[in-house]
């Protein structure tokens, strides 16, 4: 595809902001709210930061890594952008919506394009009960969280918590606790991505928990549903030579 009209946004790294001075010299740079495409420069976090701001746009992303990892990014390369562009495959994402009741009697809704994390707030560990589509699967984790992940998602956070990774497109999420003490085995579940998870949080005032979706943090919830969005739709663009659903499964092979 042939995108006319080609932003640049950075985050505030040194290195992303010399990149982006660099592209704009060369290739100009339209105003991402009129633009076919945005080219994000930075991190993971800046691409997931970019891709909520324009979410109503539905504008195209294409990370270059000037961050760290770079697991949602693509090399960097100021030579032939506008072709990289072109031969880029779309990957189609829909966000999880988290839904939080907090004890103050505010609601906070937000979407995350990779987990709801549900975190103790005190040194004492969360008891936390888990439903899936209205029947209770577990009366009480005791834990220092659980949380939610999506396919793109599951190598982030869930990964470290030794959740299982999921394929792009195998229509499912994942459901992984965090340092869970009882039931001792438990150690999480996949679920079809269209279930509904709805998490109550047990002696709340005792063991307080926060709810996070992405970067979007509620304190002191007292219940929280987890659901996909399936009306909503976010297009990340990667060099077809290593694509998101490639990434996922080298990462099921690496030591």
Known sequence: MAYEKVAFVA???PRAQEA??????????ANPEEADVIVALG????ILETLHKFIERKVPIYGMNRGTVGFLMNEFREENLLKHL??????IL????????CADGTKVKALAINEVSMLRQSRQASKIQISV?????????????VLVATAAGSTAYNLSAHGPIIP???????????????????RGALLPAQAKIEFEILEHEKRPVSAVADSTEARNVLSVTVEERRDVSLTILFDP????????????FTP
Request: net charge negative.
């Open 241 to 252: 030579e290593h694509n998101l659903a490639d990434r996922i499964l080298n990462e099921q």
């Open 168 to 186: 792009v497109g195998s229509d499912l999420m994942t459901l992984t606790p965090i340092s869970a003490f009882r039931p001792r085995r438990w």
């Open 43 to 46: 991190g993971d976090g800046f």
């Open 133 to 145: 589509d209205g029947k209770v699967r577990i009366p009480e984790l005791v834990c220092d969280g």
């Open 11 to 13: 985050s505030g790294s």
């Open 86 to 91: 072109d031969e880029a495959e779309e990957t």
């Open 20 to 29: 982006l001075e660099l592209l704009r010299t060369r290739y100009g740079g």
């Open 94 to 101: 829909n966000p999880l919506q988290m839904i939080a009741h």
